[in-house]
């Protein structure tokens, strides 16, 4: 359930916020409506609402946290293919010396989880807060990193990423505020609750869930993006000046699942343990404010000739189903969206007659087949992304930002007026497939199809804990040759061997390794190059308490 405060990315439009021109741009941020996690994780779902709730209780106060400290070595991340026709790199090179091949990060985050629950167990308050969230070790040499200065981009020392209540009434639970946002294998909406994710959606919204015939039932209002605003008098509150220009989102699921506790006591009879939902959610705008003219406090208040139409309409269609049995898993989620909107103008008073529309789809697959927990274990993973073909990836689509040529890495899929159609469905970014290809060139699985083999060895009592050994075999292809560099629909093969140990006192370290040998598609014809193999290393520490 991405939304405004999570991930969706308005780009253009009302507000300030951005537009709803940047929301159809990048159509997975529709599937920011509900939740629905895979069970047995410590997720954001519609299955969370009500778990703290219920009899009396002796703990008031519940508060679960995490630290986490990583490094990263990219080697050779831009492939030594040169600039694309833009004259951008695939991948950022060392300041100091071009032709040198080494970059590296290092960032830490601690979670916070806390929960507050009423002496009789009816009402219970969440609240989310990331400390040091993405900021570089060392950034802040001179003294504490403040919101000033010292910090990386995107970086923040507090953030609040959740903050809501819910209360148990004699129809169900009703959750109120902004709550996390995740659905099924999380390719369209995530909630960000993995060790390695960053970030994560969350949605300012209302929302009711009741039990029903052995289902779930949820309904869910969405403020996905409201103004401008204007401060009253004393400046302690705001007004919406125009609420036809509001963005909001309507949501209806249905879900079938067990908690962990049935989970377990299935799995220890041999019984296979079904979890199915299903939503559709709708989201429109009527009017807009296009942010390049919305003035600043020192300018010409706004006016009515600033408020255009725009007609902005999007559906999203999504199924999820986990079958989980003692010697094996298999889980699969797949989506449709479609809309657009009337008005593709961002200037008032010029008006385009071209409607834009949009029609992706998605899917992804999980399996795993041996006991993951206790020996060996192995499976195949598959997933495809609807592309569009316009030159580019589509990943980051910036407001104003210039036409894509033949061989570059990214930029917008709309040509207006020649091409109002748009097709390229963005995975999650915290949807991780691989650790180099998609996860750091492209930034997300989009206009391609994917095949991953993998197998696990697990040592269980391991120095008081358990040792893991993964390894997974990553080939991907464009769905849309134009769309590459190398105007090719080979993308490439990776190999992601990784090695894991978590003690039984919640420690846990994370040694990742990756070798990408790209395809056809990253090679530069214009240069004679072809693109040649990345190495990347992450090592991870983990304290969770």
């Known amino acids: 359930m991405r939304s405004a405060p999570g991930r969706v990315r308005v780009q253009q439009g009302a507000r300030g916020w951005g537009s709803v021109l940047g929301v159809v741009l990048v159509f997975a941020s529709l599937g920011v409506v509900l939740v629905f996690a895979s069970l047995g994780t410590a997720r954001a779902g519609f299955e969370e609402l ?14 679960e946290g995490s630290f986490r400290i990583r490094s990263e070595l990219f080697y050779n991340l831009d492939l030594d293919r040169g600039p694309t026709p833009s004259g951008e790199l695939v991948f950022p090179v060392p300041l100091g010396d071009p032709r040198a091949q080494a970059l590296t990060r290092f960032d830490m985050r601690m979670r916070n989880d806390l929960t507050l629950v009423a002496p009789m167990g009816g009402l219970a308050a969440h609240l989310r807060l990331d400390l040091f969230d993405g900021i570089s070790l060392g950034s802040a040499p001179d003294g504490p990193p403040s919101a000033a200065t010292g910090q990386s981009p995107g970086s923040a020392v507090l953030t609040i990423r959740r903050a809501w209540a819910e209360a148990l009434t004699p129809f169900g639970v009703l959750a109120a505020g902004r709550m996390g946002s995740h659905w099924g294998l999380g390719i369209l909406t995530h ?25 779930v039932w949820s309904l869910a209002f969405d403020f996905t993006a409201v103004g401008p605003e204007t401060a009253r008098r004393g400046g302690t509150k705001t007004v919406d000046l125009d609420p036809a220009d509001d963005v909001w989102t309507v949501t209806f699921a249905v ?28 989201r429109w705008q009527d009017q807009d404010v296009p942010a390049t003219y919305v003035p600043t406090a020192t300018e010409v208040p706004l006016s009515a000739a600033q408020v255009m139409t725009r007609g902005f309409h999007a559906t999203a269609l999504d199924a999820y189903l986990r079958v989980t049995h003692p010697v094996f898993e298999v889980e699969a989620e797949a989506v449709y969206l479609f809309g657009g909107y009337d008005q593709a103008s961002l200037v008032p008073g010029v008006l385009l007659r071209e409607e834009v529309t949009a029609q992706q789809w998605g899917f992804a697959a999980k399996s795993r087949f041996g006991d993951g927990a206790d020996g060996g ?3 195949f993973d598959l997933g495809v992304a609807s592309g ?17 040529q033949r061989g570059d890495m990214d930029g917008s899929q709309l040509r207006l007026p020649y091409d109002t159609r748009f097709s390229n469905l963005a995975f ?5 497939v691989d650790q180099i290809l998609f996860r750091e060139l492209i930034g997300t699985v989009t206009d391609a199809v994917y095949l991953r083999p993998h197998a696990r060895w697990t040592w269980p009592g391991f120095l ?74 992450r090592v991870r520490l983990g304290y969770r308490f």
């Open 255 to 282: 879900l079938r699942y067990h908690d962990a506790r049935a989970h377990r006591r299935r799995m220890r009879a041999g019984k296979a343990t079904v979890d199915a939902g299903a939503y559709v959610s709708h």
């Open 428 to 432: 999650h970014p915290d949807y991780r």
């Open 191 to 215: 909630g960000g609750d993995e060790p390695d994710s960053d970030g994560g959606d969350a949605a300012d919204r209302i929302a009711f869930s009741t039990p029903l015939g052995g289902l």
């Open 388 to 404: 569009d073909p316009a030159f580019g990836f589509g990943v980051s689509q910036p407001l104003g930002g210039r036409t894509p």
């Open 464 to 537: 008081a804990g358990a040792l893991t050994l993964d390894l997974a075999v990553v080939a991907s292809w464009a769905m849309e040759a134009t769309s590459t560099p190398g105007q090719a629909t080979a993308l490439g093969v990776e190999i992601d061997p990784s090695l894991s140990y978590v003690s039984e006192d919640g420690f846990r370290l994370d040694l990742d390794y990756a070798v990408l040998f790209p395809g056809a598609g990253f090679d530069n014809p214009e240069a004679g190059l072809a693109a040649k193999a990345a190495q990347l290393m």
């Open 377 to 379: 274990s192995a499976g």
């Open 50 to 63: 009500g778990t703290a709730l219920g009899d009396r209780v002796d703990r008031h106060i519940l508060w």
